[in-house]
């Protein structure tokens, strides 16, 4: 008997109970698409992050305060991240770290940061702003643009000058309509003169710069917080491709500027990161963490969505019995007029595998137009959300869907091969 005719047999006992067969591969649906939905939304989740890193400048550094660990294997975002939970303070990070960096050979300029929040008043209004203080070269490194108005100097931050740069919904929130230039402003108990109004630009990995107000630095530390230390600073480079090599040079200049004596780690052949009370990371790092994250959030999400097949795979498995004990008087007669155990065994299988194909089919379309659907929601909502599925989806679904079909159809089709012709045909 050829494996065609086995195929219209299989393909005829699916059609005798379209119901039947229906509810089975609906099972199968649910799973498959939730796996194209889950590539779709990672995809989605990679490019999103991509672009909010790419926002922030793809040529630059960042240098932040981290917790010293003496712990091995600790990583140092892990350190940097527990030392803020636990309100551990690191004061060694200054501006003076800043301009000695400003000197390596493919460094062009920086800039520090420190920031804090206080209530901001202007006539019978108020509000709570994050107040971020920076050098006047912020404004040519970063992303962000003046919409009216200027950035402050050099000068105005050496002379602790009572300046501010408003963002777009700071400007809404206290002016409305009015014009903002020219006007002061008081934040906290000292009076600030509005120089500049920053151009709408929104949340960039959950900061939201349009509610800040940008301050000489020199005034936020010595006039309002009294403060010598700096949060975090930013470098640009002259050539992106030398970026690791540039870091190794800032690491090594800042351990000599906080007299930090680092053990060589055998393990990973550099020096270790352990007693640093700073972390220097590029935007490849940035973006290798980030892709670690969602890569285990994507799988993740498909050992769930394994989980679901396994269900469904049950249930073909369940209604496989059914059907057999439904036909074994036809396997019987089969078997008694010459079929082999193998081709009842095949046929069998091939019915299994039929209706996890048929569900993969559909799935994947169902999951191609849920994930376009939540592309335009998350489109409507205001992310830049782009509708991608990468092809692994689709291989995955597929070999998920076969792989299924043969893992819960071959006990019952081997349990309808192995039945005794005469005691089949006596069955009722």
């Avoid at 019978?124 to 200027?150: E, P, V, W, Y």
């Avoid at 009572?162 to 230039?181: C, H, N, P, T």
């Avoid at 006039?223 to 690491?251: C, F, N, S, W």
């Avoid at 351990?255 to 700073?278: M, Q, V």
Wanted: glycine residues 10%.
């Amino acid at each position: 008997m050829f494996d065609l005719t086995l195929f219209k047999i299989s393909l005829q006992g699916l059609k005798a109970n379209k119901l039947r067969t229906g509810l089975t591969v609906l099972g199968v649906v649910i799973g498959i698409a939730a796996i194209i939905i889950v590539f779709s939304a990672g995809e989605a989740v990679r490019s999103l992050i991509l672009q909010e890193v790419e926002s922030f400048g793809t040529n630059i550094i960042e240098t932040e305060i981290k917790l010293p660990s003496s712990q091995k294997g600790v990583q140092a975002e892990q350190q940097s991240a527990m030392g803020l939970a636990t309100g551990a303070q690191v004061t060694t990070l200054t501006l003076k770290d800043m301009e000695d960096l400003e000197g390596l050979p493919n460094v062009t300029q920086g800039y520090g940061a420190v920031m804090s929040q206080k209530q901001v008043n202007y006539g019978s209004k108020r509000k709570k702003a994050f107040l971020l203080g920076t050098n006047a070269s912020f404004i040519d490194i970063d992303k962000s643009q003046i919409g009216a108005g200027r950035f402050f100097s050099s000068s105005e931050n050496d002379a602790m000058t009572s300046v501010a740069v408003i963002g777009s919904e700071i400007k809404e929130d206290l002016f409305g309509e009015s014009y903002a230039l020219g006007r002061s402003i008081k934040i906290g108990t000292a009076k600030f003169r509005i120089v500049g109004v920053m151009q709408e630009r929104g949340s960039v990995m959950t900061m939201d710069f349009d509610s800040y107000i940008y301050i000489p630095i020199k005034t936020l530390q010595k006039k309002m917080m009294g403060i010598d230390h700096i949060t975090y600073m930013v470098h640009e480079l002259k050539d992106p491709e030398q970026a690791e090599r540039t870091a190794d040079r800032a690491r090594a200049l800042l351990r000599d500027n906080h007299d930090i004596n680092a053990p060589y780690d055998p393990e990973t052949g550099k020096l270790s990161t352990n007693k640093d009370d700073f972390r220097v990371v590029t935007m490849q790092e940035m973006l290798d963490i980030l892709n670690t994250v969602t890569n285990a959030i994507t799988f993740l999400l498909l050992g769930i969505v394994g989980i679901s097949l396994i269900v469904g795979g049950v249930g073909i498995m369940n209604i496989m019995y059914v059907i057999i004990n439904e036909r074994t008087q036809e396997i019987g007669l089969r078997k008694a007029v010459g079929a082999k155990r193998r081709d009842v065994l095949i046929q069998f299988l091939i019915e299994s595998v039929l209706i996890t194909v048929l569900g993969g089919i559909i799935g994947i379309i169902i999951g191609i137009a849920a994930s376009y659907a939540i592309t335009q929601g998350a489109t409507a909502y205001g992310l830049s959300w782009d509708f991608s599925i990468p092809a692994q989806a689709y291989w995955t679904a597929l070999i998920f869907s076969v792989v299924c079909g043969i893992l819960f159809g071959l006990y019952p089709a081997k349990k309808a091969s192995d039945l005794d012709p005469l005691v089949a045909l006596r069955r009722e």
